[in-house]
């Protein structure tokens, strides 16, 4: 309640500034909101910005997607904590879309209503085993290793097997070896939550294999990536000869693509490369290329947890430089292990009331406007609703990919305010109606300055062990903080 006082007071003494301020809410707090929120309170002087979350925490992938031993990537808070902090922009943690406030409910209160709630769920491969005890989404083990609370109980089998198999080659999938690769000594400098250092500590795993349909020129990690992990201190790094020759279609493909060829310089020296000296405790990464996973293999021995994957042989079929497509052969190998990490793609999902593209995993939008269907007609648009980010455009590109994304949703609002489409009513309660609901509702927000005083309890904790923060990592652990 008393939340609920300060921040009307607030509203009020905005409200005395402004005669009838165009009130927005922005639905998720990573940097598609956040940049979202910058590029809307520059834009508009008469904007009133609210950022909404599900989690205690604001800044979404930042703190929970990018990996602990990148701290430079992470320094973009510093400009998001600049924009919560401004006057005309406020952030409520702990307020869930659908359940503590629905779409509908948002879009009465609000004259502008942006979704950027990014991607909270994973594409499936839709093949026999996929449920077996011990495949896990690559996007859970991150949550996992980051300390997210939907995570905190992950507790990946890292002991019964010295093995795990990694499907994918992107950059998540390079991050999570580089995770179960690194040495525990360096990842304890870093923010990695401390249930995650300990299990790493006892953890058995010693080899990696990651697996990719195509081959080392198609490769969709980044050099910068691919550098740092095979820059692992006795890192003994596998890649068959065979699968490094190249085609005609190969070379004219990297010939267009200089990440590429980069990426696949670095493959080729790596292939030749041994570690310097011998090491006690030898770790290795297997680069297996043009396989596809066919089924997941049941253990003998621990009924329901899974034992390997069976991977079909791919062949790339289609003459033009990047389209290749991986097609099956009909040839099959077992590759054992006690773990296996999916890392497929994130996958976004809908709420009620939200028009929604079940095959490309968007919200169907022109420029950021949302549309009424997935049909595609431009002309039926959603009054006042916008998407930005991963829910936008899928779930591709960098963080910095998300300005741009912001700037031109942000482009489109300003047009539709300037034809009259969309207008600063009167009748929109805004902050002061989302309060009022959700205080009605025993929700218990949790506003930015309770965010800083989580902040400030994980600094000092962190300070205590060496490390940049010991990351709370229950939603009881956050709260009791937050006070």
């Known amino acids: 309640m008393a939340v609920f006082q300060a921040m009307t007071w607030l509203s009020r ?6 005669s009838h301020p165009l009130r927005v809410c922005i639905v998720g707090s990573g940097p598609a909101g956040f940049y979202m929120a910058e590029k809307m309170l520059k834009a508009h002087q008469e904007a009133q910005v609210d950022i909404i979350d599900r989690l205690p925490t604001p800044f979404g992938l930042v703190r929970s997607g990018v990996a602990p031993d990148h701290p430079e990537t992470k320094i973009v808070v510093n400009q998001f904590t600049r924009v919560a902090q401004h006057e005309r922009c406020e952030f409520f943690g702990n307020v869930t879309l659908g359940s503590s406030v629905t779409l509908p409910e948002l879009r009465q209160l609000y004259d502008v209503v942006v979704l950027a709630y990014g991607a909270e769920s994973d594409r499936v491969l ?43 080659q992107g950059n998540v999938a390079l991050d999570v070896a580089r995770i179960l690769l690194r040495p525990t000594t360096e990842l304890a400098k870093t923010d990695i939550a401390s249930h995650v250092l300990s299990a790493l500590e006892n953890s058995s795993i010693r ?13 969709a990690c980044t050099a910068k990536e691919l550098r740092e992990i095979l820059g692992i201190k006795d890192l003994h790094v596998h890649i068959k000869e065979s699968d490094l020759l190249k085609t005609p279609a190969d070379e004219e493909e990297m010939k267009n693509n200089r990440i590429r060829k980069r990426v696949y310089e670095l493959l080729s020296k790596a292939a030749t490369s041994r570690p310097s000296h011998p090491s006690s ?49 009909g040839q099959f190998e077992d590759l054992g292990c006690g773990i296996v990490l999916k ?16 095959q490309k995993g968007v919200v169907p939008n022109v420029r950021g406007r949302v549309l009424s269907d997935a049909s595609g007609d431009h ?19 960098i963080i910095a990919t998300n300005l741009y994304c912001a700037e031109e949703t942000v482009a489109s609002i300003s047009e ?43 600094r ?13 990592a229950t939603l009881e652990e956050l709260e009791k903080a937050s006070e």
């Open 126 to 168: 839709g093949i026999p085993g996929e449920d077996l005890s011990g495949i896990y989404a690559a996007r859970e083990f991150v949550w996992w290793y980051n300390g997210h609370p939907d995570s905190r109980y992950l507790n990946p089998d890292l002991t019964s097997s010295d093995t795990a198999v990694i499907l994918g």
């Open 281 to 329: 405790d030898p770790r290795e990464l297997h680069f297996i290329f043009f396989r596809k996973p066919d089924k997941f293999l049941e253990s003998d021995e621990r009924t329901g947890h899974v034992s390997g994957v069976r991977l079909e042989k791919t062949k790339l079929i289609g003459a033009n430089p990047g389209e290749q497509k991986a097609a099956g052969t």
């Open 379 to 397: 002309t039926r648009l959603e009054k006042g609703l916008y998407v930005c980010g991963w829910l936008k455009r899928g779930p591709t590109g």
């Open 207 to 219: 080899k990696v294999y990651l697996v990719g349909r195509r081959g080392p020129a198609q490769a």
């Open 460 to 472: 000092e904790l962190g300070n205590l062990k060496d490390k940049p923060r010991e990351k709370l």
């Open 343 to 358: 890392s497929i793609g994130y996958k976004s999902v809908p709420v009620n009331g939200l028009p929604f593209d079940n």
């Open 416 to 458: 539709d305010l300037k034809q009259g489409i969309v207008t600063s009513s009167s009748s929109s309660s805004g902050r002061e109606g989302l309060l009022q609901l959700l205080d009605n509702r025993n929700v218990r927000v949790v506003p930015f300055n309770r965010w800083e005083n989580i902040d400030s309890r994980e």
């Open 13 to 18: 003494t905005f409200s005395t500034a402004a």
